[in-house]
């Protein structure tokens, strides 16, 4: 059962020197043009109205961007679709720079429950350098108006390994970010992606990022402190309060199906990935003339269906369970991953327990070396379509 939706609004005010998600500066033309569209996708996979879903996220670039008759139009059209007053977490991303008290009033009114806001670092002046429009005190004042009215599950991203960020200047913003006690925070190292700024900036020399080392370090403080602050790190990136995990995100860890809708994003239905296409003239044609904007459809066998179970499971701290992996797909995970299991935990990177297998903390360091552990050489039958 398809339970959670995914919604993309790809613009921005400015595009940050380090974004490589799909996203376009705002024009209320492009904006208005893109609404119609997008509602033209959504009305195609989603024939009656007031589906019931567990989750809904709309995500960016930054969908705050949008005016406040946009904003209304988007949230109308959500609530049309969609059965709001069923879903347990109903988050919108926002840019401190774009939120103000107008929108969160709005929003609030239609349900969203959920903030995730792009703080990234409490330095204005590494900010600056980011591409980021907003200042520190924008976040004080975004997080003082959502409370005004009533959102309080709050989370907000910092950024780690930056160019020139020392261990302190990135202490120094978690220990800001944590004075606010929020119930959930994520925490992403800089990673220089082809076609952004930072990436024409690295390859001529003129960018620096710390060393890997001192980027461990940021890692291991930024787990400590959260730790330390009764926010538990439910998995690499992410660390909650009790209860206030993002249920959203648990949808992909967990390895279960969501629509994907907008340009460039990602769809897991029954069997299929979808990927939408990014570029905005061709998603607006072509969501406009058939209602499915996708540029690729990937069948997914329980080959391949295993293998994400691993990579995304392994990402929580709770890791992959044996009895739940074993209700899934009628093997064992010990069965099909033997010599695998045995080689990772003598490189002490993962645990294995009567319970499951889960990541030690120098297996989250090499994270992705572990993963291609699980790629299978074998193919094994099509799940049913």
């Not at 949008?66 to 139009?73: E, F, M, S, T, V």
């Not at 990436?199 to 001529?204: A, F, L």
């Not at 460039?264 to 990014?278: S, T, V």
Request: proline fraction near 4%; hydrophobic fraction near 35%.
């Amino acid at each position: 059962m398809t339970s959670s939706v995914y919604i993309h609004i790809p613009f921005c005010e400015k595009i940050c020197h380090y974004c490589d998600f799909t996203k376009f500066f705002y024009e209320e033309k492009m904006a208005d043009e893109y609404l119609i569209a997008l509602e033209k996708e959504i009305s195609t996979y989603i024939a009656e109205p007031k589906q019931k879903m567990h989750t809904i996220f709309v995500g960016g670039g930054t969908p705050t961007a949008l005016n406040i008759r946009q904003l209304d139009k988007l949230l109308y059209m959500i609530d049309y679709y969609f059965d709001v007053n069923e879903v347990i977490e109903y988050t919108f991303e926002a840019n401190p720079g774009d939120l103000n008290e107008q929108k969160i009033n709005l929003l609030s009114s239609y349900g969203v429950n959920r903030i995730s806001m792009g703080a990234q670092v409490f330095d204005d002046e590494l900010l600056e350098k980011l591409g980021r429009l907003h200042r520190t005190k924008d976040v004080y004042q975004n997080i003082n108006d959502l409370k005004k009215y009533n959102i309080t599950n709050i989370s907000i991203d910092l950024m780690y390994g930056l160019p020139n960020q020392t261990i302190d200047s990135f202490n120094h913003s978690l220990q800001e970010a944590l004075a606010f006690d929020l119930p959930h925070y994520s925490s992403y190292s800089l990673q220089i992606e082809p076609k952004t700024v930072f990436y024409q900036r690295y390859n001529k020399g003129k960018l620096h990022k710390p060393p890997e080392e001192i980027e461990a370090t940021m890692y291991e403080l930024l787990i400590e402190e959260m730790e330390k602050k009764g926010k538990k790190q439910y998995e690499i990136s992410n660390f909650a309060e009790t209860g206030f995990e993002s249920k959203h995100n648990l949808t992909y860890w967990d390895n279960n199906y969501y629509y994907g809708f907008g340009a460039g994003a990602h769809g897991y239905l029954p069997g299929k990935r979808i990927i939408n296409l990014r570029p905005f003239p061709a998603y607006v044609k072509e969501a406009n003339n058939t209602g499915r904007p996708v540029l690729h459809t990937e069948l997914i066998g329980l080959k391949e269906q295993i293998e994400e179970e691993l990579f995304l499971g392994l990402r929580k701290r709770t890791g992959v369970v044996f009895n739940a992996f074993k209700e899934k797909y009628h093997i064992a995970l010990t069965d099909i991953y033997s010599d695998e299991l045995k080689q990772l935990k003598n490189k002490k990177w993962i645990i294995q327990d009567k319970d499951g297998i889960r990541l030690t903390k120098s297996g989250q360091l090499f994270g992705n070396e572990v993963f291609q552990s699980f790629l299978l050489e074998n193919d094994l039958p099509l799940i049913n379509q």
